[in-house]
């Protein structure tokens, strides 16, 4: 046996022996990374994974002749809008559909904006078949806070006729590859695909009680503010991940998600887990901040 193959074979052993410590003691794992000022994918505690932002349906229907099983459901394919979000190993893509529906009788003039995820087992083993998980609906109530918080769309602009007719946007999204950080990459992709979204011209008609929609005149939808979001981990109280990966997100102390405006204007802060000190969250804002700047360019 050779030399060379004799140094591959202790390489692929030490990496053996790597994963199966890494399984069976994933905290210690991770501790001797931090103690030695790294990540176990190479990266440094305050350091990003790379992220794409794609929009349009050229991409999208690539990604459903790609993903038949998963986007079945069509509201990909026939969306508004749409966007797909590389973060990392983590991507997202997201769909746009507009509806039309009667208001709400104590607020005529405002429509509706109903964000959903779904995290199906194809994007990860730690996802079973069958319903929509607790991780998945919490997400999802997370995002639609973020979106009101924001105030990134107004309502107000969804009205076609007072007290009659309104825009409902359905804005779905859908994991492809879940490793970690799902809720800014989910964010992201649904920003990205409603700045994709045109609506059609719609008229209410009083006599009929009917609204008809133009299929040549389509109108953008108006964004009021550009924001993003920034997660982090917590271990030990002092150490502060940025971007935590699927591997890392269970072993951290508290996790946090910053979301700031392209104006470094603070819009939420959200915590689990437990409570971090004030000089903690006030460097991670900092980094949000500069982060917000860095995806608006």
């Known amino acids: 046996m050779s030399s060379s193959s004799v140094t591959n074979s202790s390489a692929a052993d030490e990496a053996l022996r790597a994963q199966i410590f890494q399984r069976l003691h994933p905290r210690v794992y991770l501790e001797r990374f931090i103690a030695e000022k790294i990540r176990p994918d190479g990266r440094t505690f305050d350091e990003w994974r790379n992220v794409s932002v794609n929009t349009g349906t050229r991409f999208v229907q ?3 002749c790609l993903l038949h099983d998963v986007l079945a459901a069509g509201s990909i394919s026939t969306a508004d809008g749409s966007a797909l979000v590389r973060m990392g190993e983590t991507t997202i893509v997201c769909g746009v559909k507009a509806e039309i529906a009667e208001p709400e009788l104590d607020q005529p003039e405002q429509g509706f904006l109903v964000p959903n995820i779904d995290l199906p087992a194809i994007c990860s083993p730690k996802f079973k078949p069958g319903p929509p998980t607790e991780e998945a609906q919490v997400l999802s109530d997370r995002l639609n806070e973020a979106l009101v918080a924001s105030g990134a769309i107004s309502l107000s602009s969804l009205c076609i006729h007072p007290g009659k007719a309104v825009w409902t946007l359905y804005v779905d999204c859908t994991c492809i590859n879940y ?3 799902a809720f800014d990459a989910a964010l992201l ?7 994709n ?3 059609p011209k719609a008229t209410y008609n009083e006599e009929t009680g009917r609204t008809t929609c133009s299929r040549k005149t389509r109108s953008p939808l108006p964004l009021t503010r550009n924001f993003a979001s920034t997660s982090f ?6 150490h502060v991940l940025s971007d935590p990966t699927a591997f890392e997100e269970p072993l951290m102390d508290v996790m946090l998600t910053v979301i700031v405006d392209d104006r470094g204007e603070l819009i939420s802060t959200t915590e689990s887990g ?9 460097r991670c804002i900092n980094r949000a901040k500069e982060r917000a700047l860095e995806l608006k360019d």
């Open 197 to 199: 979204t045109t609506l």
């Open 233 to 238: 981990g917590v271990l030990d109280t002092s």
């Open 179 to 181: 490793d970690g950080n």
């Open 274 to 282: 437990g409570a971090i000190s004030e000089e903690t969250l006030l």
């Open 189 to 195: 992709a649904m920003l990205g695909a409603l700045r």
């Open 62 to 64: 690539l990604f459903q």
